[in-house]
C-alpha cells in the first residue's frame, strides 16, 4: 500500500492542516529517551530497586513516582553527590518533590539526538520539512520545540487554559517541561489535579480535533491518557456530532504487518459512543511525514499564527490608533512594533512578490486550461523553487519547455533546482502495482476511461503502455470541475502531474 498517497488524499480533503500529538514512544524513536517506568528507575538511588516501589503502588506508576520521590528528597538533601546542586537550586524546592523533579528536568535537558540509523535520520529530515498546524504532546523533553523552533509554546494545562491561543504555530505541553521542573505532571497528586481539568482541556482542544487532522505518533491506540482525553472530547461534542472526527483521528503504529505497510479503520468505545480512527501500520515513519509536508497551504504556520494574533489584538482592543503595514510574508520575523499585516503575497499585481502567492492549485489549472498567463521565468524561478523539497506531484515541465528546456541536459545546464519534480517514470506517478494494471495492458486508451472506475484511472493510467497524452487531456478538460473537488482531488492532482510529465516532459 502507498501510504503517503492515501495519507495525502485524506490530508487534501481538509482546509486545515495536521497537528501532531507526540507522546513517550515519539521521543524513545529519536533521542533515545527512556519509558517512563525506565526515567524513574534512574532515580531509584535509596537502596531498592523500582520494582519495589511499584509493588507498594500496586502497579500504579504516578504512586510509584510519588513514593520515589519522598525517599528521594532525603537522599538529595543529604548526600555529598548533590552539595554543588543544593547550593545552586535550593530556592527552587518547594516540596518533597522537587528534588525529583529537577534531577528529571537536567537528565531531560541534556538528551540529544541517539545514536541513528540512515532510516531513522531520513525520518527526522522529513519531519523537519513539515509546516504543521501544531504539536500537542505529553513529553517533557524539548525535541519537539527543537524541529519546530518558530512555534509558541505554552506549558501546562494552566497556561494553555488561561492563554489566548490561536491553535495555530503553537506547541501544547499538557504534561509540563523539563524547563519548568514545576509543571510536570510527575506524581499521583499532579494527575489527580490534571484529570479535575480534563474536560476543561478537552474543551479547548475540540476546534482541533473537529477541524484539523490529528496525527498520534508514540502513543498505543489503548494509551489511558489518550482515551481519557478522546473520551472528554466526545462528550463535549455529542454523540451527534461524532462523525465529525472521522478521518481526523490518525495513529501511527510501527508494528508494520509482514505484508507490508497498511492503513486500517479502528474504533475507540466509550460508553455508546464510538470514535472512529485511522492506525497507520508501518516500520517507515517518511511516507507519514512526506504526506504531511504535502498539505497545501500559502503561507508558513506561523505567519498564519502572527496574522491571527495580530487581529486578535485589534479586536480586543481599546485603541483604534494601529499601526499597518504591507509587507511580503518573508520578511514577517520580529516585527512586535506592527499590529495588523495584510495582504501577504499580493501586493498591486503579480509581480516578484506575486508569484510566491501563486497556490498550487492555480497552476494545475493553468496545466489544464491554459488560462493564467503566467511568465514561465518568475513562475519556475519564484513559485515553484520556493515549493517545499518533500512536494512531489506539481506540473513543471509546461514551464520548461516554455522556457526552451526539453532534455535532461538543458535542465542540468539551466541551474533550476526542481529535482524532486523533474526526475520521474512513470510508474512514479502510479499507486497501483504492474500486475494490478496488467488486465487492462491491452485495452485502447479511450476505451479504458469509459470503463474503468475513478479510482483504476488515477492509480493504473501511468502503466498502461497505450496511454495517450492527447486522449487523457481530453478526459482531465472534460472532468476537471467535478474531480478538482471531489474525495480523490490529490489522486487527480498526481494523474495531472503525469500528464504534464507525458505531454511535455523529459
Not at 474 to 501: G, P, Q, V
Request: proline share 4%.
Amino acid at each position: 500500500m502507498d501510504i503517503e498517497a492515501e495519507l495525502s488524499s485524506v490530508f487534501s480533503q481538509r482546509s486545515s492542516g495536521p497537528f501532531l500529538f507526540l507522546g513517550s514512544g515519539f521521543s524513545r524513536r529519536y533521542i533515545g529517551l527512556e519509558d517512563w517506568e525506565g526515567l524513574l528507575s534512574r532515580f531509584c538511588l535509596m537502596g531498592k530497586p523500582y520494582p519495589y516501589y511499584k509493588s507498594s503502588a500496586n502497579n500504579h506508576t504516578p504512586t510509584s513516582a510519588q513514593l520515589i520521590a519522598d525517599e528521594f528528597h532525603d537522599l538529595w538533601w543529604s548526600h555529598g553527590n548533590y552539595e554543588a546542586k543544593r547550593e545552586a537550586l535550593a530556592h527552587l524546592i518547594n516540596d518533597r518533590t522537587s528534588p525529583l523533579r529537577l534531577e528529571i528536568c537536567e537528565h531531560l535537558k541534556n538528551k540529544h539526538l541517539a545514536e541513528i540509523s540512515p532510516t531513522i535520520l531520513e525520518e527526522i529530515n522529513a519531519l523537519k520539512e513539515c509546516d504543521v498546524d501544531g504539536i500537542i504532546t505529553t513529553n517533557w523533553d524539548m525535541f519537539a520545540e527543537s524541529l519546530f523552533p518558530d512555534h509558541t509554546v505554552y506549558i501546562g494545562q494552566k497556561e494553555l487554559l488561561f492563554s489566548n491561543t490561536m491553535n495555530i504555530g503553537e506547541i501544547y505541553k499538557v504534561h509540563g517541561c523539563c524547563s519548568k521542573a514545576d509543571s510536570l505532571v510527575l506524581t499521583d497528586s499532579d494527575y489527580h489535579h490534571y484529570n479535575n481539568r480534563n474536560a476543561y482541556l478537552a474543551s479547548k482542544l475540540i476546534t482541533i480535533f473537529v477541524e484539523h487532522p490529528v496525527v498520534f505518533i508514540g502513543y498505543s491506540i489503548s494509551d489511558t491518557n489518550i482515551r481519557e482525553l478522546l473520551k472528554s472530547i466526545s462528550l463535549c461534542i455529542g454523540k451527534e456530532n461524532i462523525d465529525k472526527l472521522r478521518d481526523n483521528l490518525i495513529f501511527i503504529d510501527r508494528n508494520e504487518p509482514a505484508g507490508g505497510p497498511t492503513i486500517e479503520t479502528s474504533y475507540l468505545q466509550f460508553d455508546s459512543i464510538q470514535i472512529p480512527v485511522k492506525v497507520v501500520k508501518t516500520k517507515n515513519y517518511t511516507p507519514v511525514y512526506n504526506a504531511i509536508a504535502q498539505f497545501e497551504r500559502k503561507l508558513p504556520a506561523r505567519v498564519l499564527r502572527f496574522c491571527k494574533e495580530r487581529v486578535y489584538e485589534i479586536v480586543k482592543g481599546q485603541n483604534p490608533d494601529k499601526k499597518i503595514a504591507v509587507i511580503d510574508y518573508d520578511q514577517v520575523q520580529n516585527k512586535n512594533d506592527i499590529e495588523v499585516v495584510f495582504g501577504l503575497g499580493v501586493i498591486g499585481k503579480v509581480g516578484e512578490t506575486g508569484y510566491k502567492g501563486i497556490s498550487i492549485g492555480d497552476i494545475f489549472e493553468d496545466l489544464i486550461s491554459n488560462n493564467k498567463n503566467f511568465d514561465a521565468k518568475k513562475l519556475v524561478d519564484t513559485t515553484l523553487s520556493l515549493l517545499p523539497s518533500r512536494t512531489r506531484f506539481v506540473p513543471v515541465f509546461k514551464y520548461l519547455r516554455e522556457l526552451g528546456i526539453s532534455s535532461k541536459a538543458q535542465y542540468d545546464r539551466s541551474g533550476f533546482k526542481l529535482d524532486q519534480l523533474v526526475n520521474k517514470k512513470a510508474e512514479d506517478f502510479a499507486t497501483a502495482s504492474l500486475l494490478q494494471a496488467a488486465k487492462y495492458s491491452k485495452t485502447p486508451f479511450a476505451e479504458f476511461l469509459a470503463s474503468a472506475t475513478e479510482s483504476e484511472i488515477f492509480s493504473m493510467t501511468p502503466l498502461l503502455p497505450l496511454a495517450d497524452s492527447q486522449v487523457l487531456g481530453d478526459y482531465l478538460r472534460k472532468n476537471y470541475e467535478h474531480l478538482i473537488t471531489c474525495n480523490n482531488r490529490y489522486h487527480f492532482r498526481r494523474l495531472m502531474a503525469y500528464y504534464d510529465w507525458k505531454t511535455y516532459g523529459f
